[in-house]
């Protein structure tokens, strides 16, 4: 891991701690939505650092309730609640990924999905909701189409979302080569 990752890992646990950040100020009336962009091969020295931060907040912050949800676990869970995980997997083998991509179109709305992970995790109940996972679920989710349903059943709840690719204050980029022409209101957690 390079040290300008490192420096910016060493930010967070700071940053998410502070009244500032748990209680939204400063944010000009916005989303407490926040994004911490890395590059893709960064995925496992990210993951690790997110393990840590959120151990340590358990342990030095028991005032402090928080979730990682990560986003694979929580679709796998999800497709299984609703008995479509083994009939996913075997379309997957016999008419490929654009079927499977299509036929969970429908059970992965977000008007469906986003409720679930806020229901499964408890999230309204956090005081910090960190999201991890992103590219282990796409193109069956897209992160854009998250945090904008999380929005409404989240409002000002600080979130971040750990996003292995490019954000720029306004626009993401999966893995720095899938652009997104959504805009984003969500900060930057760590320049």
């Known amino acids: 891991m390079d040290q300008y990752l490192q420096g910016r890992l060493n930010q967070i646990q700071e940053k998410i701690i502070s009244p500032?950040?748990?209680?939204?100020?400063?944010?000009?009336?916005?989303?407490?939505?926040?994004?911490f962009d890395y590059a893709p091969e960064d995925e496992l020295s990210v993951r690790e650092h997110v393990?840590?931060?959120?151990?340590?907040?358990?342990?030095?912050?028991?005032?402090?309730?928080m979730v990682n949800i990560n986003l694979l676990e929580c679709l796998v869970?999800?497709?299984?609640?609703?008995?479509?995980?083994?009939?996913?997997?075997?379309?997957?083998?016999?008419?490929?990924d654009d079927a499977v991509l299509k036929a969970l179109r429908g059970p992965l709305h977000m008007d469906k999905f986003a409720p679930y992970v806020v229901d499964k995790y408890s999230a309204f109940s956090r005081d910090i909701v960190f999201i991890t996972g992103v590219g282990s679920v796409w193109p069956l989710l897209?992160?854009?189409?998250?945090?904008?349903?999380?929005?409404?059943?989240?409002g000002h709840k600080p979130v971040v979302l750990f996003y292995p690719g490019e954000y720029n204050g306004q626009t993401m980029s999966l893995f720095g080569r899938i652009p997104s022409n959504n805009y984003y209101r969500a900060f930057k957690l760590v320049p």
């Open 142 to 154: 897209r992160a854009h189409n998250l945090l904008n349903s999380l929005h409404s059943l989240l």
């Open 51 to 65: 393990a840590f931060v959120s151990s340590m907040i358990e342990k030095k912050y028991s005032n402090l309730s």
């Open 20 to 35: 500032e950040f748990l209680s939204g100020q400063g944010l000009g009336n916005e989303i407490g939505f926040w994004i």
């Open 77 to 96: 869970e999800y497709l299984g609640d609703r008995n479509f995980l083994d009939k996913a997997v075997q379309m997957q083998r016999e008419k490929g």
